[in-house]
Nanobody
Framework: QVQLVESGGGLVQAGGSLRLSCAAS????????MGWFRQARGKEREFVAAIGGSTYYADSVKGRFTISRDNVKNTVYLGMNSLKPDDTAVYYC?????????????????WGQGTQVTVSS
């Protein structure tokens, strides 16, 4: 079992920046690839970014968001720059075994509770 707790969300103006954190506990963090997903109100949850042997990004955030991880601190981060109102959503981190598709939610075994990001125009 892996427990995931997100933090760092909040209210920011368009063009601003935030860094989300996701702290993991339980099984060995480095054994898992990590992903970030988001769900805007009234929309389906969508892939944002993932990190395993490489990093992967949704086209909508490429060049603005950066995913990273610290296996000593058991934490994965999502740096978000040049934020837009369309980035407003609840952001979730998730953990999956290596080798499964990064963009597929079904690949992920463990999920955090989410953190709200609101970008005002």
């Amino acid at each position: 079992q892996v427990q995931l707790v997100e933090s760092g969300g909040g209210l920011v103006q368009a063009g601003g920046s935030l860094r989300l954190s996701c702290a993991a506990s339980g099984r060995t963090f480095s054994n898992y690839a990590m992903g970030w997903f988001r769900q805007a109100r009234g929309k389906e949850r969508e892939f944002v970014a993932a990190i395993g042997g490489s990093t992967y990004y949704a086209d909508s955030v490429k060049g603005r968001f950066t995913i990273s991880r610290d296996n000593v601190k058991n934490t994965v981060y999502l740096g978000m720059n040049s934020l837009k109102p369309d980035d407003t959503a609840v952001y979730y981190c998730a953990a999956k075994a290596y080798g499964l598709p990064y963009k597929e939610q079904m690949s992920y075994l463990y999920w955090g509770q989410g953190t709200q990001v609101t970008v005002s125009s």
